[in-house]
């Protein structure tokens, strides 16, 4: 196992994420203990000394599941992450009721690492707003030696992202993104990542392979990584792309011991991408984005001719992560943070903007698509 510095700390570069525990019958909300416990022995073995959990994952047993397998071992010997669930608007005003449920579900006295988990639009306003006092909770808990090390997670956007280090910068010390090749465009993780490292934080990565998307690609593209590293695996072009970007941790949702070992042996060293292959890996990601998503370069002409005066280009971006991904939570839970005449709905079709789009997008069009998927 690899190492990377974070103080006087040596964290290990694969981190398990346990957002997908192995399971007992396909039932999310049930982790398989057994299961979990062999993962967690040959991790430590093996030198994995990180684990990641959080309130609702596996309905709110994934903390259970990992407490019991991690309460084997000395408390020194790994380093524990959780979060506060702010992505649920309803916990809110519950800070200190959840962090002292974490606690006891995960069977310790402290959390190495504590996050505000996914700072986005939905909930930014909520998580600033200081009658929650969900920052001097925490910063509290930090001072009385209950969390170690305080930071944050994010799906939202870099207007988002700066919104709260500008205003709790000062005192966090990590930040958990999604980045891996095909987000480093599409979703704006490199310049996430900019933004992160300009306030002096390190980051930790979340989603190195998109849910598995890069687990596996279409045959041209693995033959065309192959000729460049004839026994590296696909999944390992993703990690190694991961290790050129100087992430302190990547978390892997790791389902059984098959994904533990090939990850693990993957991150037995360190071989980051050289310019060419960093390039052809770039380009494999435009490739796979590209023929599915809408041209939208931000303009803005459109906006200056909407008359319900839509914010299009960000809509059109939600479109694009919503249709790519086949679904998923990014694009409806940034949608929360609009008000109905905002929504794609809104769109009454009638065409000005797409009269001024230098890309000729049928937007009206988009929006209506958008609306039907988001209503499925």
Known sequence: MTYNDFGEMKIS???????????????????????????????????VNYYDTAWGYHAGNSEIAIGNALSEYPRNSFY??????????????KVKEIFEKQLEKCKVD??????????????????????????????????????????????????????????????????????????????????KVELVKSYGLPVWVMEPVRGGKLASL????????????????????????????????????????????????IFSENKPLSDEEMSVILKIADDMVNPKTLPCTACRYCTTHCPMELDIPFLISLYNEHYFSDGGFIAPMALMSLTDDKQPSACIGCGSCEAVCPQQIKIPEALAKFSEMLSQ
């Open 13 to 47: 570069a694969l981190a398990l994420g346990c957002m997908r525990l192995p399971v007992i019958d396909g039932d999310d909300s049930k982790p398989d203990q057994n299961a979990v416990n062999e993962m967690v022995a040959y991790a430590m073995e093996n030198g």
């Open 80 to 93: 524990l992450a959780s979060k506060f669930p702010g992505y649920d608007l309803s916990n809110m005003p």
């Open 110 to 191: 402290y959390f190495d690492f504590y996050l505000f988990h996914n700072v986005c639009e939905m909930n930014i306003e909520q998580y600033l707003d200081e009658q929650y006092g969900i920052f001097d909770y925490l910063t509290e808990q930090k001072k009385n030696g209950r969390i170690k090390h305080l930071g944050f997670s994010s799906h939202g956007s870099c207007e988002v992202i700066k919104r709260f280090l500008d205003a709790y910068g000062s005192a966090m010390e990590f930040c958990q993104l999604q980045i891996n090749y095909l987000d480093w465009e599409f979703q704006d993780a490199r310049k």
């Open 218 to 265: 279409e045959p041209k593209y693995e033959t065309a990584l192959r000729n460049l590293r004839p026994d590296e695996t696909t999944v390992g072009w993703a990690f190694r792309f991961l290790q050129s970007i100087g992430a302190t941790t990547v978390l892997s949702g790791m389902s059984n011991m098959e994904q533990l070992k090939q990850n693990i042996d």
